[in-house]
């Protein structure tokens, strides 16, 4: 995921501070979005003893937020830096970069979704704190920006917390 998940600012020396929160946010938009997608697939492709709580609470849940997410990533990319973070085409051929890292939730076990899920909502959390820090060192972190990102973090946190002692759980340990 370091091919996706770094955004270096010192390789694009010419953009001004807009730029790079619009190149942060349109990311970070693309990255919730192939979230939301994974987890959505993983509601309808769960299966087997745990069916039930994961089906209906567990990726119900994080699909649901993931969405709830976006459109304040969205909303708030166009408000500090034009519409261009909202074009549907380029957040699908982002999003797709993204979700093809991960194995998808049709090909494997109920275990295996949950580890890859963990994986997918820790590397938005990384995400998040490079985001978080390269746009604060910049000067382009607003206070409500910060607010976002951090009660987005403490969310995602949450989940990372879910998945991983469904993994646990399930291996035995």
Known sequence: MEEILIIKPEEMPDLDV???QGKYLFTYAAYL?????????AH????????SGDHAILYDKIYTT??????????????LTGPHVACPLQLS??????????PSPAEISSTAIAASG?????????????MNQCLEDAGGLTLG?????AADANTLEGFVYLLKQWTLTEMGT
């Open 18 to 20: 807009t730029q790079l």
């Open 33 to 41: 979005r192939a979230g939301y997608v994974w987890f959505h697939a």
């Open 44 to 51: 309808h492709l769960t299966r087997g003893l745990s069916f």
């Open 66 to 79: 993931l969405l709830e997410m976006i459109d304040a990533a969205i909303e708030r990319g166009i408000g």
């Open 93 to 102: 051929i982002a999003s797709t970069q993204i979700i093809t890292c991960y």
């Open 118 to 130: 963990h994986s997918i909502v820790c590397d938005m959390i990384k995400f998040i704190e490079q």
């Open 145 to 149: 920006l910060s607010d976002l990102l």
